[in-house]
């Protein structure tokens, strides 16, 4: 089965700075989303990206984040000033449709210091 | 609020035993679909079930089934022969709106016992 795929698998970052996480999508997905989860927690939605632009997006999706999609294979987030808050596992999935499941990534566990 | 309600936030069974987590949500919408996620320790997210909520009949995925009540807005995954590889995190979900987004309940931590 073609899979999502998620780098760095783990990123360290001191608070402050701008980190980019990366994804693969499936090629032929159209619906490209990023999620969080806090440890312990329930995973969150952050946006969704159809169409090469953003079609939702979620209270914790802030001017500090922002996704693109430049070369139409890779979607990155990216955090331009990080808060120790934003420390958590981010999921990217895609799908071809809004009826059919999502694929998910392995996650990015991103770790602000 | 469009929420997705997980009541229980840890629950047991012995192997080979089957057990039933519980999923309640709320939406104005008619036409939806549920899913139940498993996420092991290493965290990722598997697909276990899925639910089309003009389906009437119940999804069934080998061991793995639902008992989906659309009046009742309920949506509980039963797990029969349970196995030590089931042990995991699980997640009811809901796809929302035209974005196809998914609303997560809090998680049900299940643990086999062997």
């Known amino acids: 089965e073609p899979e999502v795929t998620q780098t760095p698998s783990h990123q360290v970052t001191q608070m402050g700075q701008e980190v980019i996480l990366r994804c693969v999508p499936i090629s032929n997905h159209l619906y490209f989303y990023w999620y969080r989860q806090i440890l312990g927690q329930k995973v969150e939605f952050l946006v969704s990206?159809?169409?090469?632009?953003?079609?939702?997006k979620s209270e914790i999706f802030d001017d500090q984040f922002s996704v693109e999609r430049p070369d139409g294979s890779n979607f990155t987030l990216k955090i331009r000033s990080t808060k120790l808050e934003d420390s958590a596992m981010y999921f990217c999935?895609?799908?071809?449709?809004?009826?059919?499941?999502?694929?998910f990534g392995s996650g990015t566990q991103l770790s602000v210091l | 609020a469009q929420t997705v309600t997980q009541s229980q936030p840890e629950m047991s069974v012995q192997e080979a035993e089957t057990v039933t987590l519980s999923c309640t949500y709320d939406?104005?919408?008619?036409?939806?679909?549920l899913f139940w996620y498993k996420q092991p320790p290493s965290r990722q997210m598997i697909l276990v079930i899925r639910q089309e909520a003009y389906k009437q009949q119940n999804a069934t995925e080998n061991r793995f089934s639902v008992n989906f009540q659309k009046a009742a807005k309920s949506f509980s995954l039963k797990i029969s022969d349970s196995q030590l590889g089931d042990t995991a995190m699980y997640f009811c979900a809901r796809r929302s709106g035209n974005t196809g987004k998914l609303i997560f309940g809090q998680g049900t931590t299940l643990q086999v016992k062997p």
């Open positions: 999935a895609g799908t071809q449709s809004t009826g059919e499941k999502l694929f």
């Open positions: 939406t104005s919408e008619n036409n939806y679909y």
């Open positions: 990206f159809y169409n090469n632009e953003i079609s939702e």
